[in-house]
């Protein structure tokens, strides 16, 4: 029996030498804009930069391009954000700001409002344990974000999910634990005054 030839491309390619996708070129594209605003590469460097990671087709072509710049942590391995009410509140979001793969709310005194209204979130889920505690969270999630509110306790405030199940593809599950304590615990999408609010904000080059 005659021997067969080796299989073309049998030999896995180089991870440098891997097709880079439209997600990939996009997070560079993102980590590049990032560092103008923070001051570490100029408008004119920003444009030939931006230029260059549209067109690369390759790992390598895209890591040359950031090879100069801090190395952004991934969300998923982020430590979990905490937020706790106390005395005075707190609060995160609307805006850009980095989703954690887990996130904290603890009601205190005064309440918690988490709003991932246009954040950019690349991971599949979030867990968020929120506790209502004395005075409540809110949490608001953009169109298109699902939640996931079966194992939270409702306690003696209760859960009010306003949210719909109409998840788009790509959008993180919002996995809601905790209880709702005294308080309660509310999660729904924005309303019409924070539309509005958003709808004002120029947009962000």
Known sequence: MTAQPP?????????GELRASHDDREAVVEQLRDAAAEGRIDLDELDTRLEQALTSKTYAELAVLTADLPQQQPAADLPPLVLRGGLHGASR?????????????????AGVKLDFTGVECRLAEVRVEAYGEAAGVTIVIP?????DTSAIDPGIGGLKDKTTSDRLPGTPLIRLTGSGGIAGVVIRHPNRWERRKLSSKPAQG
């Open 93 to 109: 979001g609307p805006g850009r700001w980095e989703v954690p793969g887990h996130v904290v709310a603890q009601g205190g005194l």
């Open 143 to 147: 169109d298109g974000w699902a939640a």
């Open 7 to 15: 299989e073309p491309f049998s030999r896995p390619a180089p991870s």
